[in-house]
């Protein structure tokens, strides 16, 4: 995924776009670049790197443009380069466009363009975009016909801005597949892929459905669809500040995110848990209780962390609710005809709501006529709006491109849902007001483990040189051993693996020596026993173990190198507290190597395509 702003007003566009590029810059950076219109001409900067790579080349200019364009780029198409970054022109170089998304058919429209004799310079699909509009510029010479024409041309997705020298007021943006936000503002408007970029400026803005355009200009605003019908948009008012979206005070997002887990799992909670009854009340899911009394199965599907989010899910539900739960990746759902029955429930679970694959499976699942539900976080994404109901978790803009504090709260919200179904099947009162009190209590037991921060510090710089990790769980913790795994290789680059602690036999035992640290989670429960089985299996073949385990377990010590304990809790709520240690002891190995803990590699914070 990328970052677009756009910017039409009385301030200084650059001074808006780039501050919008540096909010926008966990969503991709490997280039950036921005046009604006400055005395009637077009003038593109753009730069392989970081934002800060651009904001060097545009060092010691004067600028008093008051439009523009701008973009922070994640490669799909062509490697990261100053050519390939956008914006890109057409042909007479009029015309600017950024994009996020796949031109799915750039071959053949370039191809077509080609023979006609217009020119490229770079290899992205982008810039077959912008040659396009150019293309119909030349012959319908309206910019917002050219660039609706040039759309229904387009297979693919888009989220994307134009801007001309041909009509220098003009800013038309559209999307398809890849978010587009329009913040209103007092004779301005700023048009972004997400409102990390607006709010600014403005709280109140709308969100453009898939295959709607918009056109901006010094004073007024419209929506059409792609198809030449006008259209009406629901002012929305974005419900986070700035203080959100910066460090406050800590050195990393990732950190700050950690750090935020006792307040986002409230959140989650907030006027939802009623502890007297032994119940949830979730607003969101009201339009489908009829059809969550009569659900004979579940399948749960998401991508990375909020996949492990829903195998988590996966055991809470069997257990608390006796309903048949399946988890797929939401990136093999769509791709293996999946059957769906007609009292089958989907849940799709996204951080950002955008994620190409789980949306791609919501709107699988929806064509086969199921229930579709969303456990999302950014509210008025694609994800949220496309499913017939949902919870929103609440946890507020998560920027690091480790997801922390979205997992927690998935989990919270998920066992929320499962107290819900459970009580109205046959989870009993008392057993529901035992689970309630457990989640209640969770805030505070985080706080303690987040108070250990300096001692997993430690074991971070004890570790940091190993070049390979094995996590081990079992039962509700087996997810939280690919969570932590998951979030050691993301920002540190060591290569981990997560494992059902039994399944180590039939395989990665092998690997097992006196180089390789093995983190085992376990917390006190019915199968305590069989994971202390397993951490001797490691001891006996000198594997160095970091043992996760529950306050007072003294018995631990003597078969962990290393003990983190967390306080006790009921069994099925243990992985909001255990993956707290994995979470630190990845941010801390990471930053004792010295990587980018908030811009890993390679990674962009949602990934939008295919
Ligand atoms: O926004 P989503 O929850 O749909 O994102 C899914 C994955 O891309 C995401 O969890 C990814 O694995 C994270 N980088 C994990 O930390």
Redesign the pocket.
Known sequence: MCGIVGYIGKRNAVTVLLNGLQRLEYRGYDSAGLSIIEDGNLLTFKKQGKVKELIKVLEGKEFKANIGIAHTRWATHGEPSDINAHPHHDNSGNIAIVHNGIIENYASLKQMLISKGYKFVSATDTEVLAVLIGYFYEKVKDLEEAVRTALTEVQGTFGLAVLSTYEPNKIIAARRGSPMIVGLGEEEFIVASDASAIIQYTRQVIYLSDNEMVTLNNENYYTKTIDNIRTNNIVHLVDFDLSKIEKGGFEHFMLKEIFEQPQTIRDACRGRLIVEEGIARLGGLLPVLDKLREVDRIIIT?????WHAGLVGEYLIENLCEIPVEVEYASEFRYRNPILRKNDIVIA???????AD?LAAVQEAKQKNATVLGIVNVVGSSIARQTDAGVYIHAGPEIG???TK?FTSQLVVLTLISLLLGRMRNLSKIEGIRIARGIKELPEKVEKILEKADQIKEIAREFKYSRNFLYLGRGYNFPVALEGA??LK?ISYIHAEGYPSAEMKHGPIALIDENMPVVFIAPKDEIYDKVISNIEEVRSRKGRVIAIATENDETITRYAERVIYIPDTLPMLTPILTVIPLQLLAYYIAVELGCNVDQPRN?A???TVE
Not at 302 to 306: F, H, L
Not at 349 to 355: H, L, V, W
């Open positions: 998401g991508c990375g962390t909020s679970i996204s951080q950002s709501g955008e994620t789980t491109v480790a997801s979205a998951l979030k993301e990674l914070k949602s990934v």
